[in-house]
T-cell receptor, first 115, second 114 residues
Framework: QQPVQSPQAVILREGEDAVINCSSS?????VHWYRQKHGEAPVFLMI?????EQKGHEKISASFNEKKQQSSLYLTASQLSYSGTYFC????????????????FGKGTKLSVKP | DAGVIQSPRHEVTEMGQEVTLRCKPI?????LFWYRQTMMRGLELLIY????????DSGMPEDRFSAKMPNASFSTLKIQPSEPRDSAVYFC????????????FGPGTRLTVT
């Protein structure tokens, strides 16, 4: 029931664009995206909620197709600082409307940006 | 600002020994998450506390693992007895908001069981 991410790894040159996909077999209320640099903790990038609301990040955007339970992360004009492993996490809905937080994460997509 | 202290940062122990990992949110939080990360299994949620009570512990691997959150400023994850397959990086995380849209991860504890 772990979300499936693709591709597993991608190598870019600075300035190139990339798309990372996340697909879940379970109905989701929210999709959360995190980035983890080597040897560091995951860092929150953004959340996409059922109904279209999203909280974003600088040059990184994302979409959430509720019907297909798929999300995509778009990295535009990539920078060296974008290198890292990107994780999507799926969250079920709670009774009080928020994301309960007990996320199930995909295995990650390793992004390497070269000069 | 949210911040989490985890200790120890690195732990090397022998199989069969008890291991206690600690998590201290700098500002008290009633919600807290413990995760385990390995190459094989990725980032797994072990247990989730809300109002200092375990809400979801379905990710705790087996009875060797136990976790407590006696107050909003402290939590422990204990492994007794430890096994080599427990080797991983263990993170605790706290929510940045009451809707738990964003989780702030601590620096992690790298555990090696030989």
């Amino acid at each position: 029931q772990q979300p499936v991410q693709s591709p597993q790894a991608v190598i870019l040159r600075e300035g190139e664009d990339a798309v990372i996909n996340c697909s879940s077999s379970k109905a989701l209320y929210s999709v959360h995206w995190y980035r983890q640099k080597h040897g560091e903790a995951p860092v929150f990038l953004m959340i996409l909620l059922k109904g279209g609301e999203q909280k974003g990040h600088e040059k990184i955007s994302a979409s959430f197709n509720e019907k297909k339970q798929q999300s995509s992360l778009y990295l535009t004009a990539s920078q060296l600082s974008y290198s890292g492993t990107y994780f999507c996490g799926g969250g079920p809905r709670t009774n009080y409307g928020g994301s309960q937080g007990n996320l199930i994460f995909g295995k990650g997509t390793k992004l390497s940006v070269k000069p | 600002d949210a911040g989490v202290i985890q200790s120890p940062r690195h732990e090397v122990t022998e199989m069969g020994q008890e291991v206690t990992l600690r998590c201290k949110p700098i500002s008290g939080h009633n919600s807290l998450f413990w995760y385990r990360q390995t190459m094989m299994r990725g980032l797994e949620l072990l247990i989730y506390f809300n109002n200092n009570v375990p809400i979801d512990d379905s990710g705790m691997p087996e009875d060797r693992f136990s976790a407590k959150m006696p107050n909003a400023s402290f939590s422990t994850l204990k492994i007794q007895p430890s096994e080599p397959r427990d080797s991983a990086v263990y993170f605790c995380a706290i929510p940045r908001d009451y809707l738990i849209y964003e989780q702030y991860f601590g620096p992690g504890t790298r555990l090696t069981v030989t």
